[in-house]
């Protein structure tokens, strides 16, 4: 009966032992479970913080990758214009050269090349005289031109409304522009009695200046025109310039030799066609004072210079 009780005893003791050692251990396994619980916590906000380094250095990589492409690009671009300059070096260092040998060549000028320079100085000034020579001749042409000009304005404004006579000069010539209206009945060749009495006067001028040569041009409108005896109006133009030449040559004694008829039709118009008042200006005969061309040949001869 004793025995029995120790053994019950002795069990109750170990269960009662046994049970305080196992809420030791539960006690420490909990500490130790909230220790590494709160380590899990840690080691997740570090993961979170080594992401976000890793997102910043992808990115950095990835600028960096750009700047060093950039950088690539440069220097290719920097060794292109390297080789460039290279280039123009070579080319200056060529063109120095080739300086460097004309050099060597002008001063080695043989004496015949000296008197080459010589002839080729005397030459120019030669021309230079010629030169001066055209200049005088041009100033003296100016200054006959503008008397000319002077004097027939000076015969042709008494009586003569001004817009039916213009006189200009014109580099080296003078012409008058007669209107259509004073000298030829419509649509003809045919003068009219005060178209005599301007060309008289004209011809006064033209006989005291015998150096001259005298073209009449004659201008129409662009009015279509035909009839039994003018076909078009080149015809009636050149008609009207026949007729103006042949009352200086009948009329009044001009030289023929010294006349030119010339018709120009509804070319080279003054004002547009469109309205009456700008065919009006069309229509009319233009009388040229000129220097006769055998005078120009001879401004023109070297051989003159020294005359």
Excluded at 3 to 25: A, D, E, N, Q, W
Excluded at 205 to 212: D, T, V, Y
């Amino acid at each position: 009966m004793k025995t029995s009780i120790k053994i019950f005893l002795f069990l109750g003791l170990g269960i009662i032992m046994t049970s305080c050692v196992s809420k030791k251990k539960m006690a420490a396994l909990q500490s130790e479970y909230d220790v590494a619980n709160q380590q899990l916590g840690e080691c997740g906000e570090n993961l979170n913080e080594y992401m976000a380094r890793l997102s910043a250095c992808k990115q950095e990589n990835e600028k960096l990758k750009g700047q060093v492409q950039t950088a690539i690009s440069n220097l290719s671009l920097r060794e292109e214009q390297i080789e460039d300059l290279k280039d123009q070096i070579n080319d200056v260092r060529v063109l120095r050269d080739k300086q460097l040998s004309q050099v060597d060549d002008l001063t080695t000028l043989s004496q015949s090349a000296s008197e080459n320079i010589k002839e080729t100085l005397a030459q120019l000034e030669t021309k230079d005289k010629y030169i001066n020579l055209l200049q005088a001749a041009k100033t003296r042409a100016d200054s006959i031109n503008l008397a000319l000009a002077v004097n027939l304005k000076s015969v042709l404004k008494s009586g003569i409304e001004d817009n039916d006579v213009e006189v200009k000069v014109d580099k080296t010539v003078v012409f008058i522009n007669l209107s259509d209206k004073m000298l030829f009945t419509s649509g003809s060749s045919n003068l009219t009695p005060r178209a005599k009495e301007v060309l008289g006067k004209i011809a006064q001028i033209i006989e005291s200046r015998p150096g001259l040569e005298v073209m009449v041009e004659g201008y129409t409108d662009s009015q279509p025109i035909k009839t039994d005896c003018i076909s078009d109006n080149w015809d009636l133009s050149v008609k009207r310039s026949t007729s103006v030449v042949r009352v200086l040559q009948t009329n009044y004694g001009i030289d023929p030799n010294r006349l030119i008829a010339a018709g120009r039709g509804e070319y080279n118009a003054l004002e547009s066609n469109e309205t009456a008042a700008g065919r009006s200006i069309n229509r009319r005969t233009r009388i040229i004072i000129l220097p006769k061309l055998d005078q120009f040949y001879d401004l023109l001869n070297p051989n003159m210079v020294n005359k």
